[in-house]
């Protein structure tokens, strides 16, 4: 047990799929894991381990933004020793070639901060995806036949954004989407030299102001939890 995870050592495999939302780390689990069991509901933040084709894995929830992020993955790389973290989220599409339902593979997370701003000071560190996780994670989006775009993505500090003009240079610069917590993830990957990616559903779009509605998130979440998991097995 840690202040923020009641599960037990061992509760908790190699491999973890990092959702923010807690329900939906329930619903991928009884959707995509066979045998899953709740291991941790501390500020009903659930998580559950089971097996993708015999091979441990858990699905935690991660919270919203990059410092609740950072407390489940501190922890869960410090005291449960897990070595392969795949973010499953949600992001705005920036780009006009990015349609609802895509998947993004961020191979990097540009920010304005993260939590490590205050080790990393005056460095502009780039936090960057595991190069083995992407590589197969293009392979099984590509033998899906899902529709995605590899390239960089902005982790924001805002839901609510209030700088316009903050989000046109991501455009400018080829950012494909915005999401809150992979930059962190990926800094935290770098820095305890474990395996990092994001692989992320667009549900909005920035530049047409369309958004998913509720009950037809599924099947397109559903691509992304079996592009997480082929990676992380292949
Ligand atoms: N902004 C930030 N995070 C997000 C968004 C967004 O538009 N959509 C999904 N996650």
Redesign the pocket.
Same mark, same amino acid.
């Given at each position: 047990m840690t202040i923020h995870i009641g599960a037990n050592a061992g509760d908790i495999a190699e491999t973890v799929l990092l959702p923010g939302d807690p329900y939906r780390a329930k619903w991928a689990a009884e959707n995509f894991l066979e045998d899953a069991k709740l291991v941790n509901e501390v500020r009903g933040m659930l998580a559950f381990t089971g097996t993708y084709n015999g091979n441990p894995v858990t699905i935690h929830g991660s919270g919203m933004g990059m410092p609740s992020l950072s407390i489940y993955v501190n922890e869960l790389i410090r005291d449960y020793e897990a070595k392969t973290l795949i973010r499953i989220? *949600?992001?705005?599409g920036m780009q006009d070639h990015v349609g609802l339902r895509d998947v993004i593979l961020a191979m990097t997370a540009s920010s304005l901060s993260t939590p490590s701003r205050g080790i990393f000071k005056e460095l502009n560190f780039a936090p960057c995806a595991d190069w083995s996780l992407l590589r197969a994670a293009v392979a099984a989006a590509e033998s899906k036949g899902t529709n995605t775009h590899v390239g960089g993505i902005y982790s *924001?500090d805002v839901?609510y954004?209030e700088r316009p003009d903050l989000n046109e240079q991501m455009v400018r610069h080829g950012i494909l989407g915005?999401?809150?917590e992979a930059a962190e993830l990926y800094n935290l990957a770098a820095r305890h030299s474990i395996r990092a990616l994001a692989v992320l559903t667009v549900?909005?779009h920035?530049g047409t102001g369309e958004a998913l509605p509720s009950d037809q998130r599924e099947k397109s979440f559903g691509d992304m939890v079996e592009i997480a998991l082929e990676a992380a097995f292949a």
């Open positions: 989220g *949600s992001c705005g *924001s839901f954004d915005v999401e809150m549900s909005d920035l």
